[in-house]
């Protein structure tokens, strides 16, 4: 590693599962003139499931997308903000809007599978002379020569950056270097990101492997507060790159005031919960959390369990129907009933479920 890598900040979105997506136009606002301030270069802001989620009923926000857009706009002086869409959510007018607020660069989430999909959105937010990055979701569930072929169709399209996406928090450090360096292997040239979840505790661990295979953007949040167990934690990441003797204009102290001040007081889950580790084994998206909730109740069998069962069959999707024929197959093979636990988190989205 020999160029100092790009951290692209995403506590404003990724950070907005955890509160049911109540970020506010002032906290927006703070945070954004908080993190251009400390120098950081990407910054992206919105609805946790991205442009046009509210509209859908997909976990219905504090504020509008515009309002979002807005904040960022008026705060983001230095560095480049932009938003996440996952097409078929999101649709192409909003990113007119955005484009109104001048807003730098689109975050373009889809899984390797519907990706065609994503061309259209694409060549609109080229058109608008957006920094265009395809975020392959849940990337574990194919192999790395596929993702290296996606990447390459993705290039050829006029994507600017692809990322490896550990979705479920479940990716080790090897895995994640196979992924970036069959990226690279295809294209010499390719930016490529991760965007790691630490359901296994290697958010960090993860993001430097990604470095030293070859990627230079990494997404990080403050405090990890992000979907699931959280995000690459941007404090330890600035930490870790100090300890390398990588050390940018960003001031690790100055970024750990920020999120002592600004996010740490919302954090209400203390300690790890169990739902998150397995689903970090088991490669389950968290998203389908609330399906394991409702047949785990409805059949009175160990929410752990069920993810287990179902991702053994599928760590692709988990519809009602899947999730509900694992658990009568538990609840008829075993005596001892289980249950969802007080002490479990709410999820309360299934963004999954809208694809």
Same mark, same amino acid.
């Given at each position: 590693?020999?160029?100092?890598?790009?951290?692209?900040?995403?506590?404003?979105?990724?950070?907005?599962?955890?509160?049911?997506?109540?970020?506010?136009?002032?906290?927006?606002?703070?945070?954004? @003139?908080?993190?251009?301030?400390?120098?950081?270069?990407?910054?992206?802001? #919105?609805?946790?499931?991205?442009?046009?989620?509210?509209? @859908?009923?997909?976990?219905?926000?504090?504020?509008?997308?515009?309002?979002?857009?807005?904040?960022?706009?008026?705060?983001?002086?230095?560095?480049?903000?932009?938003?996440?869409?996952?097409?078929?959510?999101?649709?192409?007018?909003?990113?007119?809007? *955005?484009?109104?607020?001048?807003?730098?660069?689109?975050?373009?989430?889809?899984?390797?599978?519907?990706?065609?999909?994503?061309?259209?959105?694409?060549? +609109?937010?080229?058109?608008?002379?957006?920094?265009?990055?395809?975020?392959?979701?849940?990337?574990?569930?194919? +192999?790395?020569?596929?993702?290296?072929? *996606?990447?390459?169709? *993705?290039?050829?399209?006029?994507?600017?950056?692809?990322?490896?996406?550990?979705?479920?928090?479940?990716?080790?450090?090897?895995?994640?270097?196979?992924?970036?360096? /069959?990226? +690279?292997?295809?294209?010499?040239?390719?930016?490529?990101?991760?965007?790691?979840?630490?359901?296994?505790?290697?958010?960090? #661990?993860?993001?430097?492997?990604?470095?030293?295979?070859? /990627?230079?953007?990494?997404?990080?949040?403050?405090?990890?507060?992000?979907?699931?167990?959280?995000?690459?934690?941007?404090?330890?990441?600035?930490?870790?790159?100090?300890?390398?003797?990588?050390?940018?204009?960003?001031?690790?102290?100055?970024?750990?005031?920020?999120?002592?001040?600004?996010?740490?007081?919302?954090?209400?889950?203390?300690?790890?919960?169990?739902?998150?580790?397995?689903?970090?084994?088991?490669?389950?998206?968290?998203?389908?959390?609330?399906?394991?909730?409702?047949?785990?109740? @409805?059949?009175?069998?160990?929410?752990?369990?069920?993810?287990?069962?179902?991702?053994?069959?599928?760590?692709?999707?988990?519809?009602?129907?899947?999730?509900?024929?694992?658990?009568?197959?538990?609840?008829?093979?075993?005596?001892? @009933?289980? *249950?969802?636990?007080?002490?479990?988190?709410?999820?309360?989205?299934?963004?999954? /479920?809208?694809?």
């Amino acid at each position: 590693m020999k160029n100092i890598p790009t951290i692209l900040e995403c506590t404003l979105r990724d950070g907005s599962y955890e509160i049911d997506f109540q970020f506010s136009k002032k906290q927006t606002s703070d945070i954004c @003139k908080a993190l251009d301030t400390a120098g950081f270069e990407l910054i992206e802001v #919105g609805h946790g499931v991205g442009l046009g989620a509210s509209e @859908k009923n997909i976990g219905v926000a504090l504020e509008t997308d515009e309002v979002y857009m807005e904040a960022a706009a008026n705060n983001v002086k230095n560095g480049k903000w932009g938003m996440f869409a996952i097409p078929g959510i999101a649709e192409k007018h909003h990113l007119d809007i *955005a484009s109104d607020y001048d807003m730098d660069f689109i975050r373009i989430g889809s899984t390797i599978e519907d990706f065609p999909k994503s061309s259209e959105f694409i060549d +609109k937010a080229k058109s608008l002379s957006m920094m265009t990055c395809v975020n392959f979701m849940k990337s574990y569930t194919s +192999k790395p020569e596929k993702l290296a072929i *996606a990447s390459s169709a *993705a290039f050829e399209m006029g994507v600017d950056v692809v990322y490896v996406v550990d979705s479920a928090g479940g990716m080790l450090p090897n895995e994640v270097k196979n992924y970036v360096e /069959a990226i +690279k292997a295809e294209n010499t040239n390719a930016i490529v990101g991760f965007h790691g979840h630490n359901n296994l505790g290697l958010g960090i #661990g993860n993001a430097l492997a990604a470095l030293n295979a070859g /990627a230079s953007i990494i997404d990080t949040s403050l405090q990890g507060f992000g979907r699931s167990a959280g995000n690459t934690t941007t404090e330890q990441m600035l930490g870790c790159l100090a300890r390398m003797g990588i050390e940018g204009k960003i001031d690790p102290i100055v970024v750990m005031d920020i999120g002592e001040e600004l996010i740490k007081p919302l954090i209400e889950k203390r300690g790890l919960t169990s739902l998150d580790t397995v689903s970090g084994i088991s490669l389950f998206h968290s998203s389908y959390m609330p399906t394991i909730h409702d047949m785990s109740v @409805k059949y009175r069998v160990d929410p752990r369990l069920l993810i287990v069962s179902v991702c053994s069959e599928d760590i692709v999707n988990a519809n009602a129907e899947l999730v509900e024929k694992h658990a009568k197959l538990i609840a008829e093979e075993n005596n001892k @009933k289980g *249950a969802w636990k007080p002490s479990y988190k709410n999820y309360f989205i299934n963004e999954q /479920a809208s694809l």
